[in-house]
């Protein structure tokens, strides 16, 4: 039974690998085979034969969703559950917003977003503690996303309580079921707002060519267009805050690692890839189904129909893949690979951004407050309750000592 509240999140990423490459496990009481052999989920990330489309490839589809706290992970519309052409129909209508040239040009505004931030946090006292996840790593993906976007000042607060219900899986289903209608109730508003008054941004983009889609059936219906938005207003608000979180925690807490980049003997590129390995921000990611009757090449069988978890935390750290010092936090480990944004058709869309993003908070963050330090001890950060989210409560520093 995977562990909800996130507290022995790597004692649970061991036990699955000691288990062998695929393990049948209980999710909030749906049972998936949990992946944590990294070649082996490759394999099956690539593979025609498992599907993330829960409606045409899961027979427990719709006795799941009435009663699992995760429903909303199984059930939204959008590419994230999509399959073979409806994935590239739904995926392309996004993907060009995030071209390698689109995500260069928002290089200076992100510069400017964080250096406004740490401008911010210039101003407290010496010796004064700050929860760095609420002052910086929060703030940043949510401004950036919400530029994107074109969420409204006064509705990124408000997105910003909804996402995190949706990674919480500590909430019982009456709890996410109310969150999920709190979250599309932001939505509608949203949609609204930018059909009445279209603005510059992605939102409006969709919209529009929604609606003159409408007609030829080419483009999303009305439900797709909302679940894309959730799509890319959680994925943007969720996960990033994570990986800085996280970027944040290993350097303060492996000084010679921090002494690497201050030194120029590894790179902030670096200091991200293997947090990422290490911690990455998504554990778990629900859910993945066999298509046909799978045999794995230990002989193991999953049935048609049956459900698949990628464990990407568990296969990040897997001794074939990264040895003995697997669970050594090392920016000169000459293999920077890990899964932490997937791999195959459903890679992350936004990973050149979620990367732009943490290299510059942290170069900027590590030049402006040289002598930053944790103002607890590491065994005191608490972590998130979610067997999905890796990341902590809150993140406690003192950015200058006490005068
Ligand atoms: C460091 C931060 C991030 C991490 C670790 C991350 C992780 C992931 C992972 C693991 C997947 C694959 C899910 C699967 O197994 O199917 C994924 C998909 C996705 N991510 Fe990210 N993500 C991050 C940031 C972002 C950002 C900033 C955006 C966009 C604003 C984004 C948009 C997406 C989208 C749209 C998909 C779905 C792609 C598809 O199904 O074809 N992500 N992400």
Redesign the pocket.
């Known amino acids: 039974m995977l562990d909800p509240t996130g507290a022995l999140a790597h004692d649970e990423h061991r036990r699955l690998r000691a288990h062998g490459s695929a393990v049948q496990v209980d999710v909030l009481g749906v049972p998936a085979w949990s992946i944590s052999d990294p070649v082996l989920l490759k394999e099956l990330?690539t593979s025609a034969q498992v599907s993330?489309d829960a409606r045409a490839h899961w027979p427990a589809f719709q006795e799941t969703i009435q009663r699992w706290p995760l429903a909303l992970w199984v059930a939204v519309e959008n590419?994230?559950t999509a399959y073979g052409a409806d994935?590239r129909r739904l995926?392309r209508m996004?993907a060009p917003a995030?071209s390698h040239r689109r995500i260069t040009a928002l290089q200076k505004n992100i510069d400017a977003l964080v250096t406004g931030l740490l401008d911010d946090l210039d101003a407290l006292a010496p010796g004064e503690v700050v929860d760095l996840r609420d002052r910086l790593a929060y703030p940043l993906?949510i401004a950036v996303?919400g530029d994107?976007m074109g969420v409204p000042a006064d509705q990124r607060e408000a997105f910003r309580h909804v996402v995190d219900g949706v990674f919480d899986t500590t909430l019982t289903a009456a709890q996410s079921e109310a969150n999920t209608a709190a979250l599309y109730e932001a939505l509608h508003t949203l949609i609204a707002a930018k059909r009445a008054a279209p603005g510059d941004d992605m939102t409006s983009l969709l919209i529009t060519s929604r609606d003159e889609d409408q007609d030829s059936g080419s483009g999303m219906s009305e439900d797709e267009l909302r679940d894309t938005l959730l799509?890319?207003i959680s994925?943007?608000y969720e996960?990033?805050v994570n990986?800085i979180d996280q970027a944040v925690t290993q350097l303060l807490t492996h000084p010679d690692q921090l002494a690497l980049l201050r030194s120029g003997k590894a790179d902030w590129g670096d200091a991200v890839e293997e947090t990422?390995r290490l911690e990455?921000?998504?554990r778990h990611?629900p859910l993945r189904y066999a298509v046909t009757d799978l045999t794995l090449p230990d002989g193991q069988k999953i049935a048609q129909g049956e459900a698949i978890l990628?464990s990407?935390a568990a296969a990040n750290r897997h001794p074939d893949w990264h040895g003995d010092s697997a669970d050594t936090f090392d920016l000169t480990r000459p293999l920077k690979e890990h899964l932490?944004?997937?791999h195959g058709?459903?890679?992350?869309?936004?990973?050149p951004?979620?990367r732009m993003e943490?290299i510059t908070a942290l170069r900027l963050l590590f030049t402006r407050f040289p002598d930053l330090e944790l103002a607890v001890e590491p065994a005191e950060l608490q972590p998130l309750g979610s067997l999905i989210s890796n990341g902590h409560q809150t993140l406690p520093v003192r950015l200058r000592p006490t005068a």
């Open positions: 990330l993330k590419m994230f994935h995926r996004v995030f993906p996303i994107l799509l890319m994925a943007g996960t990033t990986v990422l990455p921000a998504v990611l990628a990407y932490a944004f997937g058709v459903h890679f992350c869309l936004g990973a951004l979620a943490v």
